[in-house]
């Protein structure tokens, strides 16, 4: 038989011409600038078209495809749990998804529990692994990069937003015709000083990117791929939030709010800190000057490893 299934005529010494079959789903040459995985972890996993669902289980309600970014450090306690939610979830409501573990150079078993979930749940799971600290905005962008979806969604890998709310998000995205969502939080299970440092934050990003967002650094945002495919961000580090927003607004795209609950942390910790403070607002100040005047453009806005703010 040939490659195309017919034989070769009778009386005839020719072999077929190779006619490459066209049922066969020839593997995508892959993106070199594309993050992947470390070395020697297992391939990157292409998006699951069909994925499976439970007996009596409904049909998934949209037919978007989406992507749950989940940028991890030194989250061993808590990343394996974050991707069962996910996982438990999606299938409910989607038929086709992908869940994105991107590991941010931790130094406790993060990145070989995130290999461990792309093993146990192949197509589903993509794993991103920095070989070193790169900056919570670094790993946010990574994952949008690595995702093959129509929607990009990110939120913390320490379980303190209840994922099933993306239900309502992406039902809220469509039926206002919009290109972005951003959740804010109606409670906050944060310290005084933290909830305070973030009013008086949220009111000058606010006054200087003319935004109308009542928790701009709130990690539950829903974007449309074309809004992300626009974006040249810079920041690498937790300013991402705020770029993420202001860009959304200055190249005229829509964007709405929701509120969401906001979870007490049951595991790891935080490494967000007053001390970061200072930073944050040189990096805004800078922010600014890129938006609107293309001031530093072509230069990112690197993250400074020892305070998670901008150098």
Same mark, same amino acid.
């Given at each position: 038989?040939?490659?195309?299934?017919?034989?070769?005529?009778?009386?005839?010494?020719?072999?077929?011409?190779?006619?490459?079959?066209?049922?066969?789903?020839?593997?995508?040459?892959?993106?070199?600038?594309?993050?992947?995985?470390?070395?020697?972890?297992?391939?990157?996993?292409?998006?699951?078209?069909?994925?499976?669902?439970?007996?009596?289980?409904?049909?998934p309600k949209f037919t978007s495809s989406v992507a749950i970014v989940l940028p991890a450090y030194n989250e061993e306690e808590c990343i394996e749990d974050a991707a069962a939610d996910c996982l438990d979830f999606l299938p409910r409501c989607f038929e086709r998804y992908q869940v994105v573990c991107v590991d941010d150079g931790s130094?406790?078993?993060?990145?070989?529990?995130?290999?461990?979930?792309?093993?146990?749940?192949?197509?589903?799971?993509?794993?991103?692994?920095?070989?070193?600290?790169?900056?919570?905005?670094?790993?946010?962008?990574?994952?949008?990069?690595?995702?093959?979806?129509?929607?990009?969604?990110?939120?913390?890998?320490?379980?303190?937003?209840? %994922?099933?709310?993306?239900?309502? /998000? $992406?039902?809220?995205? +469509?039926?206002?015709? *919009?290109?972005? @969502? !951003?959740?804010?939080? #109606?409670?906050?299970?944060?310290?005084?000083?933290?909830?305070?440092?973030?009013?008086?934050?949220?009111? %000058?990003?606010?006054?200087?990117? /003319? $935004?109308?967002?009542? +928790?701009?650094?709130? *990690?539950?945002? @829903? !974007?449309?791929?074309? #809004?992300?495919?626009?974006?040249?961000?810079?920041?690498?580090?937790?300013?991402?939030?705020?770029?993420?927003?202001?860009?959304?607004?200055?190249?005229?795209?829509?964007?709405?709010?929701?509120?969401?609950?906001? @979870?007490?942390?049951?595991?790891?910790?935080?490494?967000?800190?007053?001390?970061?403070?200072?930073?944050?607002?040189?990096?805004?100040?800078?922010?600014?000057?890129?938006?609107?005047?293309?001031?530093?453009?072509?230069?990112?806005?690197?993250?400074?490893?020892?305070?998670?703010?901008?150098?």
């Open positions: 038989m040939s490659p195309t299934g017919s034989s070769t005529p009778q009386g005839s010494d020719a072999p077929d011409p190779e006619i490459p079959d066209p049922e066969v789903h020839r593997p995508a040459v892959p993106d070199p600038a594309a993050p992947g995985p470390s070395p020697g972890g297992p391939a990157a996993p292409r998006l699951v078209v069909d994925a499976p669902r439970k007996r009596g289980e409904r049909d130094s406790d078993r993060t990145g070989e529990l995130i290999r461990g979930l792309e093993a146990a749940h192949p197509g589903l799971v993509r794993g991103v692994l920095f070989e070193k600290n790169r900056g919570y905005g670094a790993a946010i962008m990574a994952g949008f990069r690595a995702a093959e979806t129509d929607l990009l969604f990110f939120t913390d890998s320490d379980r303190q937003f209840d %994922i099933t709310e993306l239900e309502a /998000a $992406v039902e809220t995205l +469509d039926r206002e015709g *919009a290109d972005a @969502l !951003f959740g804010f939080r #109606v409670y906050r299970y944060d310290s005084v000083l933290r909830c305070m440092t973030s009013w008086v934050y949220n009111r %000058i990003v606010r006054v200087l990117f /003319a $935004v109308k967002v009542r +928790d701009v650094d709130c *990690a539950f945002k @829903l !974007f449309r791929r074309e #809004v992300i495919d626009r974006m040249d961000v810079a920041c690498t580090d937790f300013f991402i939030d705020t770029e993420l927003v202001a860009r959304t607004s200055k190249l005229g795209f829509k964007s709405i709010e929701m509120g969401v609950r906001h @979870l007490p942390r049951t595991a790891g910790r935080t490494t967000v800190h007053p001390g970061h403070i200072p930073r944050t607002l040189l990096t805004v100040a800078r922010m600014w000057l890129l938006i609107h005047f293309g001031i530093g453009r072509g230069k990112a806005i690197e993250r400074d490893p020892r305070t998670g703010a901008a150098d």
